[in-house]
């Protein structure tokens, strides 16, 4: 650690509420979420997803705005310097590390997928899109472009017109980041989120209305398609033996950490550049609140009920890549002015998309300034390499986008809730959840209630481990 690197800040309150919905509102909100709440039987999986987001998505997101704030009061941004700030060990540093490898691994294939959402908007745009040729057009589409057809290197690498649009995201995010917290993350966020929930509203209000869109299939009405996400039983199977899968369990809580973009280094970086006063409790639950809304009420009730309403329940259910790629551009051509509706979407996912991938990156730009004392530039470029070496890498080695889910899976859910529990843990019994709540008093508008110390101490890392276990077991007996 060479010490403290020079300051950087927000430049206003609503700026970093607003960052940080960036970094939470993403490609989790509107691919993500629905294709696993369709996966696990949609109102079956709500429930884990509520239980989680109370136990484990709130109080930690609290736990990270408050340890962040004192980490940085200290003039550490890093996570290895926060986690030093927490746990006085020499160990901690290691953990911290963790903290930016974890966010910097999911870099490396979501800004895959931000060009993919690029590069769908520019075929609207350009009027491709439409393809008029049913399902297996976007699927041959998605298979040649992501190189799925062909031999080792996928995720579209060996098509020369989509690495134009992956440079163009490698580049947009580097610059981003290059110009720094006020002037680069926060300024992005504070004009993408605001468009990206009016758009999304919009996409919404016309889901919603399109009411029985073929009279000769009655059932396939909006009111089903929404009991298709939110009823918990299912013709085939009782809500309760849904609910007795460890798996969903578990990805219901990987999900909670991946939307909202805590249990890994981001948020403590984020808030680590607050002043002493800035409000950390009302803060951390805007962002929440904003996040859960674009989640549930955006981006589950526009893509289940779409897909449900215009090709039927089996659609609804295909799977993360298959409903955002393929199953969705199928929807809007069969809606009026869809090419309208599919652009906006795909501009949308991009958007999300980019607000999240910077924030994946800070952490590691914090640690090379303030650990290696490299400069911005030294440390953007360092950066950039690294990345874009590591997505060809495993672009390669990835056996199509099997490789991709597979990975999604290890680091954005399984990696995600291991360091969630390292650091629940340090925040409650290390760095002390009374000391925490005093923390988090400091400046807030909402003060934590006390019992909340209770939930950091005892329920989270109660639960998280339970899961984890039951989930283990599971898989291994
Ligand atoms: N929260 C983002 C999303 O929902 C993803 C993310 C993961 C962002 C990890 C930052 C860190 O898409």
Redesign the pocket.
């Given at each position: 650690m060479t010490g403290p690197a020079k300051k950087e800040s927000w430049g206003s309150m609503l700026g970093v509420i607003l960052a940080v919905m960036g970094?939470?509102?993403?490609?989790?909100?509107f691919l993500?979420f629905p294709g696993l709440a369709a996966k696990y039987e949609g109102g079956a999986f709500m429930i884990p997803y509520f239980v989680a987001l109370l136990l484990l998505g709130i109080p930690i997101a609290w736990l990270e705005w408050t340890m962040g704030r004192a980490g940085g009061q200290k003039g550490f941004h890093s996570t290895p310097g926060i986690f030093r700030v927490i746990w006085p060990h020499r160990a901690s540093p290691y953990v911290g590390f963790l903290g930016l490898i974890?966010?910097v691994g999911?870099y490396m294939y979501?800004v895959v997928i931000e060009a993919w959402c690029l590069y769908y908007a520019y075929q609207y745009a350009i009027g491709t899109f439409p393809l008029h040729d049913g399902a297996t057009a976007y699927q041959s589409f998605f298979a040649d472009f992501t190189g799925q057809s062909a031999n080792g290197i996928l995720f579209g690498f060996e098509h020369s017109n989509f690495i134009v649009f992956l440079l163009i995201c490698y580049v947009l995010n580097m610059i981003i980041i290059y110009r720094g917290l006020a002037g680069g993350i926060e300024l992005v966020s504070m004009i993408g989120i605001p468009v990206l929930f009016v758009s999304a509203v919009a996409i919404l209000v016309r889901v919603l209305t399109l009411g029985t869109p073929d009279p000769a299939l009655p059932e396939q009405n909006v009111l089903n398609g929404l009991g298709f996400m939110w009823n918990p039983q299912t013709e085939s199977k009782s809500f309760l033996e849904s609910l007795s899968n460890g798996e969903m369990w578990l990805a219901a809580a990987g999900q909670i950490f991946?939307?909202?973009?805590v249990g890994?280094g981001?948020i403590i970086t984020y808030s680590s550049y607050l002043k002493k006063d800035d409000d950390v409790v009302l803060s951390a639950t805007t962002s929440v609140a904003g996040?859960t809304f674009a989640?549930v009420a955006l981006g589950g009730m526009i893509t289940i009920p779409a897909a449900f309403i215009l090709l039927g329940p089996a659609a609804a259910g295909g799977g993360t890549f298959q409903l955002g790629f393929i199953t969705l551009p199928l929807v809007f051509e069969q809606m009026p002015i869809g090419s309208l509706f599919g652009f906006l979407w795909f501009s949308l996912l991009f958007i999300?998309?980019i607000t999240?991938?910077i924030?994946?990156l800070q952490p590691a730009i914090a640690f090379f300034e303030e650990g290696i004392g490299t400069s911005r530039r030294a440390s953007v470029t360092l950066l950039s390499f690294v990345t874009f070496v590591g997505t060809v890498v495993v672009a390669y080695f990835s056996k199509g986008l099997i490789g991709l889910d597979q990975m999604d899976f290890w680091i954005?859910t399984v990696c995600?809730f291991l360091l969630a529990t390292i650091q629940v843990i340090l925040g409650g019994w290390v760095f002390g959840a009374d000391r925490l709540i005093a923390e988090a008093r400091k400046g807030s508008v909402l003060s934590l209630p006390r019992w909340i110390a209770f939930v950091i101490r005892f329920v989270s890392p109660v639960y998280l481990i339970v899961v984890f276990i039951v989930w283990l077991y599971q898989n291994l007996g």
């Amino acid at each position: 650690m060479t010490g403290p690197a020079k300051k950087e800040s927000w430049g206003s309150m609503l700026g970093v509420i607003l960052a940080v919905m960036g970094s939470a509102i993403g490609l989790g909100n509107f691919l993500r979420f629905p294709g696993l709440a369709a996966k696990y039987e949609g109102g079956a999986f709500m429930i884990p997803y509520f239980v989680a987001l109370l136990l484990l998505g709130i109080p930690i997101a609290w736990l990270e705005w408050t340890m962040g704030r004192a980490g940085g009061q200290k003039g550490f941004h890093s996570t290895p310097g926060i986690f030093r700030v927490i746990w006085p060990h020499r160990a901690s540093p290691y953990v911290g590390f963790l903290g930016l490898i974890v966010p910097v691994g999911i870099y490396m294939y979501y800004v895959v997928i931000e060009a993919w959402c690029l590069y769908y908007a520019y075929q609207y745009a350009i009027g491709t899109f439409p393809l008029h040729d049913g399902a297996t057009a976007y699927q041959s589409f998605f298979a040649d472009f992501t190189g799925q057809s062909a031999n080792g290197i996928l995720f579209g690498f060996e098509h020369s017109n989509f690495i134009v649009f992956l440079l163009i995201c490698y580049v947009l995010n580097m610059i981003i980041i290059y110009r720094g917290l006020a002037g680069g993350i926060e300024l992005v966020s504070m004009i993408g989120i605001p468009v990206l929930f009016v758009s999304a509203v919009a996409i919404l209000v016309r889901v919603l209305t399109l009411g029985t869109p073929d009279p000769a299939l009655p059932e396939q009405n909006v009111l089903n398609g929404l009991g298709f996400m939110w009823n918990p039983q299912t013709e085939s199977k009782s809500f309760l033996e849904s609910l007795s899968n460890g798996e969903m369990w578990l990805a219901a809580a990987g999900q909670i950490f991946f939307t909202l973009s805590v249990g890994f280094g981001v948020i403590i970086t984020y808030s680590s550049y607050l002043k002493k006063d800035d409000d950390v409790v009302l803060s951390a639950t805007t962002s929440v609140a904003g996040n859960t809304f674009a989640e549930v009420a955006l981006g589950g009730m526009i893509t289940i009920p779409a897909a449900f309403i215009l090709l039927g329940p089996a659609a609804a259910g295909g799977g993360t890549f298959q409903l955002g790629f393929i199953t969705l551009p199928l929807v809007f051509e069969q809606m009026p002015i869809g090419s309208l509706f599919g652009f906006l979407w795909f501009s949308l996912l991009f958007i999300a998309a980019i607000t999240s991938s910077i924030s994946m990156l800070q952490p590691a730009i914090a640690f090379f300034e303030e650990g290696i004392g490299t400069s911005r530039r030294a440390s953007v470029t360092l950066l950039s390499f690294v990345t874009f070496v590591g997505t060809v890498v495993v672009a390669y080695f990835s056996k199509g986008l099997i490789g991709l889910d597979q990975m999604d899976f290890w680091i954005g859910t399984v990696c995600i809730f291991l360091l969630a529990t390292i650091q629940v843990i340090l925040g409650g019994w290390v760095f002390g959840a009374d000391r925490l709540i005093a923390e988090a008093r400091k400046g807030s508008v909402l003060s934590l209630p006390r019992w909340i110390a209770f939930v950091i101490r005892f329920v989270s890392p109660v639960y998280l481990i339970v899961v984890f276990i039951v989930w283990l077991y599971q898989n291994l007996g």
